[in-house]
């Protein structure tokens, strides 16, 4: 069986508000599926969702841009195909297509199982679920939840972004009862045969989901998103493939499927993509470089020895401590770099000064001039920037236009969030290959830092003495929970930081000295003792970096003032006011001194168990916000992948497919041929058998027959080896 898999085609705007006769689709949609037709012989076609987004439009043109959905979609099979089944799965922008969290009308409302149900088959009671969202003054909606169909012998379980995101586009949180009716499905599906191969379709991933642009771009933790992994993580024949998170230089894959596959153990934990049975294929062609190189090093300023340095309360500023930037070339530019310290990029602003910016734009682009002697000449490669280069950075400022360059000087006397870092006029336009430099002021020293062996990244879960309960995380925001999450615990510059299980958010410090989940926090880990006969209280002395095993009070700075984690929580249930209570200590020398247990957490380390699903992203016909071509709005995106999926008796393979541009831009590599991932594994269907071949004939020659010759996909062969073959309608062995 082959499937051919493609999601978030975002037909928007000028695509489809106008009038009726010039709605159209994203040309990326129609050639994915003209090469679809050319060079595959699918059986099933899966849409993973956002279909139409951003703008409301009259039922008619709606209405058109659905039957131009069908249409397109079917012609992605081969000629002569009296079966074209498509599944449909909504996503956020697919109700009223993403109305600004206004209610949709009944219109629309994501539904597509009129088609689905002429094309595939009518949706019984007992293979349908459905929700009924309140629709205001129009009535109430009745939403079609989750679904199954039984297609070519295999299970598709499939559950639509319905209640919630019908509601509000933007809640990333399905239903409680339709994930319950996906697990009771599931369950009995799996009754009969507990080693068959189900697939399991839906928009939104998992937040831990490998490659995930950013955590907020997977499911809202909470119950339902519990639920929903507990129970497939019972299953580890079932594969799970999903659609939404196609923005910034994080979601296409670039050289191997791999990297957005994600396999969990029974416990929902994350584990290693490859063993014997999970294997990667290798890069064609094989000398081709894994990644272009950046330069991560130091920057110091020459005339005051200062680092330059980034943080969530001194925003961009000069300091003792050394901290790593980032620089990369630009992609489509033959002389501009990124500076990226702490997650944001340098940038020239409308004060012409120097702050951070969290997206790439003209003003957070560098020339870089290497320095020798009194002369500074424009860099064009990252190769060019060795360690203990001294280089000048210039930028263009939105207040004028005119170029400036970085200062090693704070605008604050007291470092803030609004500190910034002075400039030095250089030119009123582009400055050109050459500078002239006077004195050491506006000249920066690159330098490689020694890597210090940490210990770190290590993932732990952080379990109270008190309570053994783990740091974790509610629908509200940070709490204690019964189950064992794992948190990562890194080093970056010399500073410790948590990561909250499941998404990118950190254990973070904020008002009051109350901890919550947010931006990165640096912690402090002191090592605890028990109270002895001298000391009528627990001592804790500070460790430079944490080890599992070890009982630690946790502490953060905020506001001058030290605080220390407690088990206690703040405005419980209370959505995003809720918080971890922290006790204020005075910290003497190294140590601090405590009474209550409360305060006592222990880094465990959880072993992976078995293994179980895996889940992969399906591609993108609208990659967005990205080094590439940034926010490509309603013009075809370069990068353009969806996933082909082959399914063999003895194996699955994934493989992400170029239908797009490829090649090198700026500092990102995209491959035209992306290496397969390949699950190998008896593959048995809905009935329980095999997908074998049984009764193979033997030929001792081919024989002219009609030309052509199949491999057991489907696809047509030019030049057949020895193997198995389909031929004249037969299996043969060559």
Same mark, same amino acid.
């Given at each position: 069986?082959?499937?051919?898999?493609?999601?978030?085609?975002?037909?928007?705007?000028?695509?489809?508000? =106008?009038?009726?006769?010039?709605?159209?689709?994203?040309?990326?949609?129609?050639?994915?599926?003209?090469? $679809?037709?050319?060079?595959?012989?699918?059986?099933?076609?899966?849409?993973?969702?956002?279909?139409?987004?951003?703008?409301?439009?009259?039922?008619?043109?709606?209405?058109?841009?659905?039957?131009?959905?069908?249409?397109? !979609?079917?012609?992605?099979?081969?000629?002569?195909?009296?079966?074209?089944?498509?599944?449909?799965?909504?996503?956020?922008?697919?109700?009223?297509?993403?109305?600004?969290?206004?209610?949709?009308?009944?219109?629309?409302?994501?539904?597509?199982?009129?088609? $689905?149900?002429?094309?595939?088959?009518?949706?019984?009671?007992?293979?349908?679920?459905?929700?009924?969202?309140?629709?205001? !003054?129009? =009535?109430?909606?009745?939403?079609?939840?989750?679904?199954?169909? %039984?297609?070519?012998?295999? +299970?598709?379980? $499939?559950?639509?972004?319905?209640?919630?995101?019908?509601?509000?586009?933007?809640?990333?949180?399905?239903?409680?009862?339709?994930?319950?009716?996906?697990?009771?499905?599931?369950?009995?599906?799996?009754?009969?045969?507990?080693?068959?191969?189900?697939?399991?379709?839906?928009?939104?991933?998992?937040?831990?989901?490998? !490659?995930?642009?950013?955590?907020?771009?997977?499911?809202?933790?909470?119950?339902?998103?519990?639920?929903?992994?507990?129970?497939?993580?019972?299953?580890?024949?079932?594969?799970?493939?999903?659609?939404?998170?196609?923005?910034?230089?994080?979601?296409?894959?670039?050289?191997?499927?791999?990297?957005?596959?994600?396999?969990?153990?029974?416990?929902?934990?994350?584990?290693?993509?490859?063993? +014997?049975?999970?294997?990667? +294929?290798? /890069?064609?062609?094989?000398?081709?470089?894994?990644?272009?190189?950046?330069?991560?090093?130091?920057?110091?300023?020459?005339?005051?020895?200062?680092?330059?340095?980034?943080?969530?309360?001194?925003?961009?500023?000069?300091?003792?401590?050394?901290?790593?930037?980032?620089?990369?070339?630009?992609?489509? !530019?033959?002389?501009?770099?990124?500076?990226?310290?702490?997650?944001?990029?340098?940038?020239?602003?409308?004060?012409?000064?120097?702050?951070?910016?969290? @997206?790439?734009?003209?003003?957070?682009?560098?020339? *870089?001039?290497?320095?020798?002697?009194? @002369?500074?000449?424009?860099?064009?490669?990252?190769?060019?920037?060795?360690?203990?280069?001294?280089? /000048?950075?210039?930028?263009? &400022?939105?207040?004028?236009?005119?170029?400036?360059?970085?200062?090693?000087?704070?605008?604050?006397?007291?470092?803030?969030?609004?500190?910034?870092?002075?400039?030095?006029?250089?030119?009123?336009?582009?400055?050109?290959?050459?500078?002239?430099?006077?004195?050491?002021?506006?000249?920066?020293?690159?330098?490689?830092?020694?890597?210090?062996?940490?210990?770190?990244?290590?993932?732990?879960?952080? %379990?109270?003495? &008190?309570?053994?309960?783990?740091?974790?995380?509610?629908?509200?925001?940070?709490?204690?929970?019964?189950?064992?999450?794992?948190?990562?615990?890194?080093?970056?510059?010399?500073?410790?930081?948590?990561?909250?299980?499941?998404?990118?958010?950190?254990?973070? *410090?904020?008002?009051?000295?109350?901890?919550?989940?947010?931006?990165?926090?640096?912690?402090?880990?002191?090592?605890?003792? &028990?109270?002895?006969?001298?000391?009528?209280?627990?001592?804790?002395?500070?460790?430079?970096?944490?080890?599992?095993? /070890?009982?630690?009070?946790?502490?953060?700075? @905020?506001?001058?003032?030290?605080?220390?984690?407690?088990?206690?929580?703040?405005?419980?249930?209370?959505?995003?006011?809720?918080?971890?209570?922290?006790?204020?200590?005075?910290?003497?020398?190294?140590?601090?001194?405590?009474?209550?247990?409360?305060?006592?957490?222990?880094?465990?380390?959880?072993?992976?168990?078995?293994?179980?699903?895996?889940?992969?992203?399906?591609?993108?016909?609208?990659?967005?916000?990205?080094?590439?071509?940034?926010?490509?709005?309603?013009?075809?995106?370069?990068?353009?992948?969806?996933?082909?999926?082959?399914?063999?008796? +003895?194996?699955?393979?994934?493989? $992400?497919?170029?239908? =797009?541009?490829?090649?090198?831009?700026?500092?990102?590599?995209?491959?035209?041929?992306?290496?397969?991932?390949?699950?190998?594994?008896?593959?048995?269907?809905?009935?329980?058998?095999?997908?074998?071949? @049984?009764?193979?004939?033997?030929?001792?020659?081919?024989?002219?027959?009609?030309?052509?010759?199949?491999?057991?996909?489907?696809?047509?062969?030019?030049?057949?080896?020895?193997?198995?073959?389909?031929?004249?309608?037969?299996?043969?062995?060559?």
């Amino acid at each position: 069986m082959t499937i051919g898999c493609l999601s978030d085609l975002h037909n928007e705007l000028g695509l489809i508000s =106008g009038e009726l006769s010039t709605v159209k689709l994203r040309g990326t949609f129609g050639n994915t599926i003209k090469r $679809m037709h050319e060079e595959e012989d699918v059986d099933l076609i899966c849409l993973g969702g956002d279909y139409t987004s951003d703008v409301t439009v009259s039922k008619e043109n709606w209405e058109r841009v659905k039957q131009l959905m069908r249409e397109t !979609s079917r012609s992605a099979f081969r000629d002569g195909r009296t079966q074209r089944p498509v599944i449909y799965v909504t996503g956020n922008h697919d109700y009223e297509v993403a109305n600004f969290d206004k209610i949709p009308k009944g219109f629309n409302a994501g539904y597509y199982q009129d088609i $689905m149900e002429e094309d595939i088959g009518p949706l019984t009671a007992h293979n349908a679920y459905y929700e009924e969202a309140d629709n205001g !003054s129009l =009535g109430k909606q009745k939403l079609l939840g989750a679904y199954h169909y %039984q297609i070519k012998g295999f +299970d598709f379980v $499939m559950l639509n972004c319905g209640l919630y995101f019908f509601k509000n586009a933007w809640d990333y949180t399905y239903s409680l009862g339709s994930v319950q009716w996906v697990a009771d499905k599931l369950a009995e599906l799996y009754a009969s045969d507990p080693n068959k191969t189900v697939f399991f379709l839906l928009h939104v991933p998992f937040s831990d989901s490998n !490659s995930i642009s950013a955590a907020n771009k997977g499911m809202k933790s909470g119950e339902s998103t519990r639920l929903l992994k507990a129970t497939l993580a019972k299953y580890p024949n079932l594969v799970m493939i999903y659609g939404h998170d196609h923005g910034t230089d994080s979601a296409f894959i670039r050289k191997r499927t791999s990297q957005r596959v994600t396999r969990y153990d029974v416990g929902g934990m994350v584990i290693s993509s490859f063993d +014997d049975t999970h294997v990667d +294929d290798p /890069v064609l062609p094989p000398d081709t470089p894994e990644e272009p190189t950046s330069v991560t090093m130091s920057i110091k300023s020459v005339a005051t020895g200062k680092y330059l340095t980034y943080g969530s309360s001194t925003n961009l500023a000069v300091q003792d401590d050394a901290m790593n930037a980032t620089i990369d070339k630009v992609a489509n !530019s033959d002389n501009h770099f990124s500076v990226k310290l702490g997650g944001n990029y340098v940038y020239c602003g409308s004060t012409a000064t120097f702050s951070g910016n969290a @997206k790439l734009t003209d003003y957070s682009k560098a020339f *870089i001039y290497k320095v020798d002697d009194n @002369k500074a000449t424009r860099v064009t490669a990252t190769n060019e920037l060795a360690d203990g280069a001294k280089v /000048v950075l210039v930028y263009k &400022a939105s207040k004028d236009k005119k170029y400036y360059a970085l200062l090693p000087e704070n605008t604050k006397t007291s470092l803030s969030s609004d500190n910034r870092m002075k400039a030095q006029l250089v030119a009123a336009s582009d400055p050109g290959d050459e500078i002239s430099v006077e004195g050491d002021n506006i000249v920066w020293q690159l330098n490689q830092r020694e890597v210090e062996e940490t210990g770190l990244p290590i993932d732990a879960c952080i %379990q109270n003495t &008190a309570t053994g309960k783990y740091i974790g995380e509610d629908s509200s925001n940070l709490n204690t929970v019964d189950e064992a999450l794992t948190c990562n615990i890194y080093e970056e510059n010399g500073k410790v930081y948590v990561k909250m299980p499941n998404n990118n958010r950190h254990l973070h *410090i904020g008002s009051g000295g109350r901890f919550s989940r947010g931006d990165a926090t640096a912690l402090k880990f002191f090592e605890v003792v &028990a109270p002895t006969v001298e000391h009528g209280s627990y001592v804790g002395t500070l460790v430079k970096y944490p080890k599992t095993g /070890v009982p630690y009070a946790i502490a953060a700075e @905020k506001s001058g003032k030290t605080y220390l984690l407690t088990n206690k929580v703040y405005k419980a249930g209370e959505g995003d006011d809720q918080r971890l209570e922290g006790q204020e200590v005075t910290v003497n020398g190294n140590t601090v001194s405590f009474t209550d247990d409360n305060l006592i957490w222990t880094l465990k380390e959880r072993e992976p168990g078995d293994p179980s699903f895996f889940s992969s992203f399906m591609g993108s016909m609208r990659y967005y916000n990205n080094s590439i071509e940034g926010d490509v709005s309603v013009s075809n995106s370069k990068i353009v992948q969806a996933l082909m999926v082959y399914i063999y008796p +003895d194996r699955i393979t994934l493989k $992400m497919k170029n239908y =797009g541009e490829s090649g090198t831009f700026g500092n990102i590599t995209i491959n035209k041929d992306l290496a397969a991932y390949t699950v190998y594994r008896e593959v048995r269907n809905a009935n329980g058998a095999l997908t074998a071949i @049984k009764g193979v004939t033997t030929e001792n020659k081919m024989g002219k027959a009609d030309g052509r010759v199949y491999d057991l996909t489907g696809r047509q062969v030019t030049r057949p080896t020895h193997g198995v073959y389909v031929m004249n309608g037969r299996k043969v062995v060559l």
